[in-house]
């Protein structure tokens, strides 16, 4: 298994350890719910433009599967209980069951995915980024088109909830996977310094 960058950064020492992975894994949780008031509506879409996609496929790149899957755990959870970290500075169980639930469901299955692929180095080269990034990214449609197709069909879920946002999703998708590789160069030339 390869370092994700979080874990470059990872104190040797256990209980210095599971306080890094807490704070790392609360500060996923609010880079995601930051993420998710960068919002916006296309026209005829029931589902928001956000960059909150982006946030989930970041956190479980940067802090691999187990803790980027906890991090959108606790984010979902934050939501649910009522703090304002869905899009549009929503919260509450409604949010599950209207439009974006299949989305924010998705979310988990999604960080832990691409976090696992980065412990396998797939966020060292640009192609193999763009693959996790993009692998990342079905996931969500899927669960989410899912979700609407109960609600409006197949045809219009494909039509408002996948179609609209293809591009969008392949312009970060790019940015990120071309950053990520960039970041580990930069990571080789400093001292791994760990307590």
Known sequence: MELTYADFFRPRVRRSAAVYDAAAIVGGSVFIALAAQVAFYLPGTP????????????AGVLLGGRR??????????????????????????ARFAGPTGGYLLAFLPAAWLVGKLAQRGWDRETVKAI???LIGNAVIHIGGAA???????WAKALAVGVGPFVIGDLLKV???????????????????VRA
Do not use: D, N
């Open 68 to 93: 980027g899957a906890a991090a959108v755990a606790l984010y979902l959870v934050e939501g649910a209980a009522g703090l304002p970290v869905f899009a549009g500075w929503g919260f509450g169980l």
């Open 174 to 192: 790019l940015i990120a996977a071309g950053l990520l590789p960039l970041g580990w160069k930069l990571l080789a030339k400093l001292p791994r």
């Open 147 to 153: 979700w609407l197709a109960c609600l409006f069909g």
């Open 47 to 58: 589902v928001p433009v956000t960059g909150q996609t982006l946030a989930v496929l970041l």
């Open 131 to 133: 693959a996790a990034m």
